[in-house]
T-cell receptor
Framework: KNEVEQSPQNLTAQEGEFITINCSYSVGISALHWLQQHPGGGIVSLFMLSSGKKKHGRLIATINIQEKHSSLHITASHPRDSAVYICAVRTGNQFYFGTGTSLTVIP | DVKVTQSSRYLVKRTGEKVFLECVQDMDHENMFWYRQDPGLGLRLIYFSYDVKMKEKGDIPEGYSVSREKKERFSLILESASTNQTSMYLC????????????FGPGTRLTVT
């Protein structure tokens, strides 16, 4: 059983397209995180959310606590956005992770 | 900036060897974690520690042990490495206050032959 489900698993987009990655979770959480991992690289935190919406540059993250759902949007996608995006939720001291969405943006 | 460092980026060991993976964080974080990451399976928690000398099993502790003698250092030990432990190992830390964000090290890609 997966506490965190992401969709899609893989995504290919043309440069400039608007991209949405979805995350659903089944546990009570104190926070939800969106992480980014480039090939061969470490993991960096993009957002931490406990309610509402956050925006950073071309990235927007939203969360609906009642529906236990979060989305990560990328506007005007660029090849440098190509990476694996991981949704993670925190409950107590533990984190649960989705399996990630592999995004490829083609020039 | 929070920094989480891991002792090696790449490591090759033989079956049966004892393997030590070291992780150090410089933010005085209470919580430290060891994960392994495998294609299609995502990140899986091996062990975590919420204080010095304290440890809790995660989802896949079999074949691993950990040590936390100092707050900044969390070690993962493979007592007798096996080929199915070939994986990417990621260390992370987080605080108990503030943003609760988790900060990751660069990872160690371990190959057991």
């Amino acid at each position: 059983k997966n506490e965190v489900e992401q969709s899609p698993q893989n995504l290919t987009a043309q440069e400039g397209e608007f991209i949405t990655i979805n995350c659903s979770y089944s546990v009570g959480i104190s926070a939800l995180h969106w992480l980014q991992q480039h090939p061969g690289g470490g993991i960096v935190s993009l957002f931490m959310l406990s309610s509402g919406k956050k925006k950073h540059g071309r990235l927007i993250a939203t969360i609906n606590i009642q529906e236990k759902h979060s989305s990560l949007h990328i506007t005007a996608s660029h090849p440098r956005d190509s990476a694996v995006y991981i949704c993670a939720v925190r409950t107590g001291n533990q984190f649960y992770f989705g399996t990630g969405t592999s995004l490829t943006v083609i020039p | 900036d929070v920094k989480v460092t891991q002792s090696s980026r790449y490591l090759v060991k033989r079956t049966g060897e004892k393997v030590f993976l070291e992780c150090v964080q410089d933010m005085d974080h209470e919580n430290m974690f060891w994960y392994r990451q495998d294609p299609g399976l995502g990140l899986r928690l091996i062990y975590f520690s919420y204080d010095v000398k304290m440890k809790e099993k995660g989802d896949i502790p079999e074949g691993y042990s950990v040590s936390r003698e100092k707050k900044e250092r969390f070690s993962l030990i493979l007592e007798s490495a096996s080929t199915n432990q070939t994986s990417m190992y990621l260390c992370a830390s987080s605080g108990d206050r503030g943003t609760y964000e988790q900060y990751f090290g660069p990872g160690t890609r371990l190959t057991v032959t």
